[in-house]
């Protein structure tokens, strides 16, 4: 249980700054409340509580005055105008996705370079003439709105498509006309992480949506419920097709099977287990009735071929393989494709055969099968890269795959699912050559002996001089899996003469559901193990020195900057945490979205869990007195995922505690949210702002002298 002791007082913002500290900096006054919080017998003080209420006069007049400090502190770092201007250079380069094929139509993303977002382009035929059907360049000057997904009509006469405005999760759906590129008169709303799916006569589309609370906006602290929305109609008409429990926590999302015979329901709770649910399409007036209805593991549905289904499960296989089942007879499994030593990453069927793109060793491996599971054959890839794509139909005779790797912007190639042949269709030309740099992997054994992989990517000359700037990244968590991707921004750090190092961490995706499991709970104190054993490892080598390696991560990345650089304060020269999640205790109170992360961060109202949380949980091990390094904290007004009163909480507590003359600095972006659907510009500015902060702290490109 938790009780809330009564808040004693709090002290309004005061206009002027606090009185300089041991750094040096006069850091904006945060008022200090006496609020505490009773967690089994541990008394927990949140003197920022007041945070919380991001709306508040109180809070705006400290964020103006964070940004006010902020800016000319980075205006005043000489490389960061450098910085922006070759960004802004290496950023501009144009760029194609993997087409997709309706029909006859073929559907591709293009950006000619700095455009703020990627435009969806449409032709007839893949070499006929490119039409832009959805430009979100010109829905808001500053680029602030964008397109948040979209789904074609099985005719293609129609296409759905959500806004996302100021980068929230929230999700104003459109329908357009394919060929005359005009809307129609539909609008949705009250939507987040949902998409849509059309029926076969193009009618309309299932989707998902949060109730409407009392003051006429969507309540996502409930969960959604499926509607159906039929064409010409105002969205109050839409019919409710399951209705879910607002308060248990199992949302359901609905999809017509390719063939329009079935649709599809998946209920999920959290991130490790899920149901699927089902109804015939010519039964509209029937139950939707259980199909995989244990709730004991991951069902991830495929294709089916009539009634037989084909699902990835991590069911007694925490590397995940290939079933299929009977509709009228779902106990009865077939096994198609085993689990193997590899993580099976995704399975598409297309042409009639199965594709499975898998992770060895954190690096790609895609094999081609037959329905029946037997093997055709591997599809070639070029080296240390990501594979991506290889999406269609069941009888699509094609499909599109992109690869790339940290140094090489990749290609796109098509493959003739028939003869097994893949022929270049695009590749990406920029101005960086990045045969200067290589990539290589190595292991090394975190700190219970775990063998973690982690790659380097370096000048191809580099020696190892023990004093190299490096840029420590990680993630480590959800399931989430970090493979060798393209990056413009980060081989401008290699450019400078810095070192890029990314481990794959424990609470990813890269071996599975232990992996993952290892890396969550009780046992997340493991990531942050494998990150600190990570930079030792980089020291110990002679790569780096502490005064030079700088940790960067974003979101639950965030969490495992704030963790490690107040476990290991002196082991690191910088810190960028981003749109982190930081008070572990309160995380889960902003939406039903965020209470869904207790399965890789347990919840506060469960004892053992709260202890877990509260030994890492970064604002609450800031300590007074302590030297941390120099840290650069960003978030963004508008992140309703991660929101910004946990990076609020952090800098206070860091700028209050901070022992030594290291600067601790907040930059909050305004019109962003957590990161999807921030425009070109904004992405450029955040790059050289955090580029310049880091490379300043660490001697980087006639930075200071790290230390």
């Avoid at 059907?133 to 296409?159: F, H, K």
């Avoid at 030309?429 to 290589?440: A, E, K, L, N």
């Avoid at 091990?621 to 609020?648: F, I, N, Q």
Wanted: net charge negative.
């Amino acid at each position: 249980m938790r009780r809330t002791v009564l808040l004693v007082s709090l002290v309004l913002l005061a206009a002027s700054c606090s009185p300089p500290g041991s750094d040096g900096f006069e850091y904006p006054s945060a008022a200090r409340s006496e609020q505490q919080d009773d967690y089994f017998g541990v008394e927990v003080a949140d003197p920022y509580r007041w945070m919380e209420e991001m709306d508040a006069p109180e809070t705006a007049d400290w964020i103006s005055a964070q940004n006010e400090l902020v800016e000319p502190y980075l205006a005043s770092i000489e490389l960061r105008e450098q910085l922006r201007e070759r960004l802004t250079e290496v950023w501009n380069y144009p760029r194609r996705s993997a087409p997709w094929r309706e029909g006859p139509w073929y559907f591709e993303f293009q950006n000619d370079g700095l455009q703020n977002h990627s435009v969806l382009y449409v032709r007839d035929g893949l070499d006929g003439e490119a039409r832009a059907l959805l430009d979100p360049n010109s829905w808001s000057e500053d680029g602030t709105v964008s397109l948040a997904g979209n789904s074609v009509s099985p005719g293609v006469r129609y296409i759905a498509y959500a806004k996302s405005d100021g980068g929230s999760d929230w999700r104003d759906w459109h329908v357009r006309e394919v060929a005359t590129g005009e809307d129609l008169s539909d609008h949705l709303t009250y939507t987040k992480f949902t998409g849509v799916s059309w029926t076969p006569d193009e009618r309309g589309f299932y989707y998902s949506r949060y109730p409407v609370d009392g003051q006429g906006a969507g309540d996502d602290k409930k969960a959604v419920s499926v509607y159906f929305h039929e064409l010409g109609t105002e969205q109050a008409e839409d019919r409710l097709v399951l209705q879910m429990p607002p308060d248990e926590g199992r949302n359901a999302y609905a999809a017509v099977t390719e063939d329009g015979a079935y649709l599809i329901v998946v209920l999920q709770e959290g991130y490790l287990s899920n149901a699927v649910h089902y109804r015939r399409m010519d039964e509209p007036d029937t139950a939707i009735r259980p199909l995989l209805d244990e709730w004991d593991a991951i069902y991830s549905y495929v294709a089916n071929e009539g009634d037989t289904f084909f699902f990835s499960t991590n069911r007694d296989a925490p590397r995940r393989k290939v079933i299929s089942l009977d509709i009228d007879s779902p106990q009865e499994w077939t096994e198609v494709i085993p689990e193997s030593e590899n993580t099976l990453l995704n399975i598409s069927a297309v042409g009639g055969r199965l594709i499975a793109s898998y992770l060895q060793d954190v690096k790609p491996l895609v094999l081609v099968r037959e329905a029946d599971g037997s093997l055709v054959g591997q599809i070639e890839l070029p080296g240390i890269g990501s594979v991506s794509g290889f999406g269609g139909k069941w009888d699509d005779p094609e499909t599109f795959y992109n690869f790339s790797g940290f140094t090489d912007p990749g290609a796109v190639y098509r493959y003739d699912v028939g003869t097994g042949e893949s022929t270049l269709h695009h590749r990406t030309v920029t101005s960086i050559d990045g045969t200067q740099f290589v990539t290589r992997q190595v292991f090394y054994d975190s700190k219970d002996g775990t063998r973690v992989p982690m790659f380097l990517v370096h000048r191809r000359d580099l020696e190892r001089t023990g004093d190299h700037p490096t840029l420590l990244y990680g993630y480590g968590g959800f399931n989430i899996s970090l493979r060798p991707v393209y990056s413009s921004s980060r081989l401008v750090w290699l450019e400078l003469g810095g070192m890029l190092a990314i481990p794959n961490l424990r609470g990813g995706g890269e071996y599975g559901r232990e992996w993952h499991l290892a890396g969550t709970r009780e046992r997340k104190q493991n990531v942050f193990d494998d990150f600190i054993a990570a930079a030792q490892w980089l020291i110990d080598e002679g790569y780096t020195m502490p005064s030079r390696l700088v940790i960067q991560g974003s979101s639950n990345g965030g969490l495992l900057v704030g963790a490690v650089m107040t476990q290991r304060p002196d082991l690191f020269g910088a810190a960028l945490p981003d749109v982190g999640v930081l008070d572990m205790l309160r995380y889960h109170t902003p939406s039903a979205n965020a209470r869904a992360w207790a399965d890789d961060y347990g919840l506060s109202e469960n004892e053992a869990d709260f202890r877990a949380q509260y030994a890492y949980s970064p604002v609450h091990r800031v300590a007074e007195g302590v030297c941390y390094p120099p840290t650069l904290v960003t978030t963004a007004d508008h992140d309703d995922r991660v929101v910004p009163w946990h990076s609020y909480k952090f800098a206070a507590a860091l700028q209050h505690a901070q022992g030594c003359a290291r600067p601790v600095l907040i930059r909050i972006e305004t019109r962003a949210g957590h990161g999807a659907g921030t425009p070109t510009w904004m992405r450029i500015e955040d790059v050289a702002n955090q580029f310049a902060f880091a490379a300043d702290a660490v001697g980087l490109g006639g930075g200071s002298d790290g230390g």
